[in-house]
C-alpha cells in the first residue's frame, strides 16, 4: 500500500460490475482502496439479479471505487490501465481528489447507514408480500418470520385454507 505523505484519494470509475476486479488489481499494484458495500441480507430480500438472487453485497456506488495512492510513485496511467478501471473522475483534465477528512466522513456515514437498511430490509410479522417467482408466483402472502438469512415462513391462501410455507427471500417483494 501507498504510504506517502503525498498520496491523494481518487475516485476511480469502474467499468460495469467490475468494482471488486478493479479494487483487488489496485491493490496489487499497491493502491489503497475503498469499495463500500451494501449489506448482504438486505439485497437478497429486496433484489433479485437476472432472475437469480444476489449472493454478495452491492457497491453502494456502483461503478466507483475511492484510491488512495501518491501521483509520483504510481502514475496515473498505472491506475487507469488497470483491468476493471474505467477512468480516473476529472475536472477540466484534472483528476479531482478528495481528503482524508472527506474519506472518514463517508465511512462513517456509511457505518451509520447499514443498520438502517438492514432494519427496513427485514420485514416485520404481518407485512403483506407478493411472491414474484417459484411456485406460488402471483399469489399474495403474509410475512411470518425469517427462517436465516435465505428463507422466511409466509402465510398464505391454498385451496380457502391458510397455509404456512417457506419461501426463499429472492422470491417474494414487499407490497407498499
Not at 470509475?13 to 468494482?19: A, I, L, R, S, V
Not at 489496485?26 to 489503497?32: D, F, Q, S
Not at 447507514?113 to 427485514?122: D, F, G, N, Q, Y
Request: hydrophobic share 40%; aromatic share 8%; charged share 25%.
Amino acid at each position: 500500500m501507498d504510504s506517502s505523505l503525498n498520496a491523494r484519494w481518487y475516485v476511480i470509475q469502474t467499468k460495469p460490475h467490475k468494482e471488486i476486479l478493479a479494487k483487488e488489481q489496485l491493490e496489487v499494484r499497491g493502491v489503497n482502496c475503498y469499495l463500500p458495500m451494501a449489506p448482504v441480507l438486505a439485497k437478497k430480500i429486496l433484489q433479485r439479479k437476472n432472475n437469480m438472487p444476489i449472493d454478495e453485497g452491492e457497491p453502494f456506488f456502483p461503478r466507483y471505487i475511492f484510491a488512495e495512492f501518491d501521483v509520483e510513485s504510481i502514475h496515473t496511467t498505472r491506475v487507469k490501465s488497470t483491468p476493471g478501471v474505467s477512468s480516473i473522475v476529472s475536472f477540466g483534465g484534472v483528476p479531482a481528489t478528495m481528503m482524508n477528512s472527506e474519506i472518514s466522513e463517508l465511512k462513517k456515514g456509511i457505518a451509520q447507514m447499514i443498520p438502517k437498511l438492514l432494519a427496513a430490509a427485514i420485514p416485520a410479522k404481518g407485512d403483506h408480500v407478493e411472491i414474484i417467482s417459484g411456485s406460488f408466483e402471483g399469489l399474495s402472502a403474509i410475512f411470518e418470520k425469517m427462517e436465516g438469512e435465505t428463507r422466511s415462513t409466509l402465510l398464505m391462501e391454498l385451496l380457502g385454507k391458510q397455509v404456512r410455507r417457506s419461501v426463499k427471500n429472492c422470491d417474494f417483494k414487499f407490497i407498499e
